[in-house]
């Protein structure tokens, strides 16, 4: 045992009327909504990198956090460990996620690499078992090292394609191991500076094979888990491939991998986008590779992704009521992929910001199921498509255009159009968050 969280106890539930700033309001693990119970429909987990690897530092600025495990030895690494699953413990949750190199740190070859990772992932199996926490998945970092700075599968030189295989090997076989619910891609800098050095197509090829190398493997070992791909559209690159998650599917169509890989989508990324983060979710549904969520937020005054914990309940509601109309989460989960600001610097900071974030997908998840079980949305939806069930209409989407412009023309049909109603829907929401 560490004493870093001495002094705070297990984040017990007191209610809405509570005013403890460690305690949960919303969140009961075995509370039924919609006839699962709450843990079960959010799957919430603790990220490795920004809760216990990010030292606070800026572009204008370094490090402002002290922790006892930073440093680049094992012996970091492993009290590193020890204060995670104290944490995990205090908060209740179900899950954590990691990078390779947020466990452990890198050593002089990349043997030496994997055996830290594998040695941290033993201490990992040992707490899993004795705390119940579970792994919503893993990940290599194919970004930080300097050998990635023009990409990992993108890159122009194949012997850096080469290491970032066989590292994202090592990666896969120890999630695999720990019994991981899915594996994550994120392309750190799978994209471009600038097209004066840059082959696309080139480029587009290599990350397409390679990551239907991922899935190759993924199903030899087998895997149960599901392979996942972050969107994002910028940042650090000026453009990243996988932009967003119709740009995404695009790309898996391109490579016959939509019926394997799935997309992981969050909060910040899909404003980057320029898109709302209900509509990323929409979208993905609608596509058929829904698979998991970063949960945080980005702030909109900034031009760039702050990863800020969740704290908008009416966004977060949106969200899972587009995530519980899709059938819900299956392996997937929300992982708060958020970082302190670099002036919380105490440890119960770290605990209060994951309780809020717990506290806030409550909310949104309470939110949600009492809009599916209201049924007006799904009524006006109804109302206002209609006219597509009737015999007529559904015969049409079977016919021609010639055939259509004839009824048109014989018919004299002239439609007028019908209010979208968007102000009373939107009233109708606020009913509920």
Request: hydrophobic share 40%.
């Amino acid at each position: 045992m560490s004493d870093f969280f001495a002094g705070i106890d297990k984040v017990p539930f007191k209610g809405p009327e509570s005013d403890d700033p460690l305690a949960f309001r919303f969140y009961e693990p075995d509370r039924l909504v919609l006839g699962k119970r709450m843990e079960d429909h959010l799957r919430m987990a603790v990220c490795y990198w920004h809760s216990f690897a990010w030292p606070g530092g800026d572009p204008f600025g370094g490090q402002t956090f002290q922790r006892p495990w930073f440093g680049d030895t094992m012996e970091h690494a492993r009290l590193k460990a020890e204060v995670a699953f104290e944490m995990f413990e205090r908060l209740r949750v179900p899950f954590f996620t990691f990078h390779d190199r947020d466990i452990a740190p890198e050593g002089a070859s990349l043997a030496e690499s994997n055996a830290n990772v594998r040695a941290i992932a033993e201490i990992f199996a040992e707490k899993m078992a004795a705390t119940g926490v579970g792994l919503l998945w893993g990940t290599a970092n194919l970004f930080s090292n300097r050998r990635f700075m023009a990409g990992a599968a993108t890159n122009p030189d194949p012997e850096v394609f080469a290491y970032a295989a066989a590292q994202v090997k090592c990666a896969l076989d120890v999630t695999h191991e720990l019994g991981g619910a899915n594996y994550v891609l994120w392309g750190g800098r799978e994209g471009y500076e600038t097209l004066l050095n840059t082959d696309m197509k080139r480029e587009l090829e290599q990350a397409g094979r390679f990551l239907s190398m991922v899935v190759e493997y993924k199903n030899r070992i087998g895997f149960p888990g599901t392979i996942l791909i972050e969107p994002k559209p910028q940042e650090p690159t000026k453009h990243q491939y996988d932009y967003d998650v119709a740009t995404v599917f695009g790309f898996l169509q391109r490579f016959g991998l939509e019926g394997e890989v799935k997309v992981n989508i969050e909060t910040g990324h899909s404003v980057l986008a320029g898109h709302s983060f209900e509509h990323e979710i929409a979208t993905a549904v609608a596509l058929g590779v829904f698979g998991s969520v970063d949960a945080n937020r980005n702030d909109y005054q900034s031009g760039w992704d702050t990863d800020q914990f969740p704290n908008n309940v009416p966004e977060v509601a949106l969200a899972i009521y587009h995530i519980l109309k899709g059938g819900g989460f299956t392996t997937g989960g929300f992982n708060f992929d958020a970082k302190l600001r670099r002036q919380s610097l105490d440890p119960v900071d770290l605990i209060g910001a994951h309780v809020g974030g717990m506290d806030v997908c409550a909310r949104g998840l309470l939110a949600a199921a009492a809009m599916i079980e209201d049924g007006g949305l799904e009524a006006a939806l109804a109302e206002r498509y209609a006219g597509w069930e009737t015999p007529g209409a559904r015969a049409m989407l079977e016919s021609d255009l010639a055939a259509i412009a004839e009824r048109v023309e014989r018919e004299r049909i002239d439609p007028e159009p019908r209010s979208g109603r968007q102000e009373r829907l939107e009233n109708w929401i606020n009913r509920f968050v």
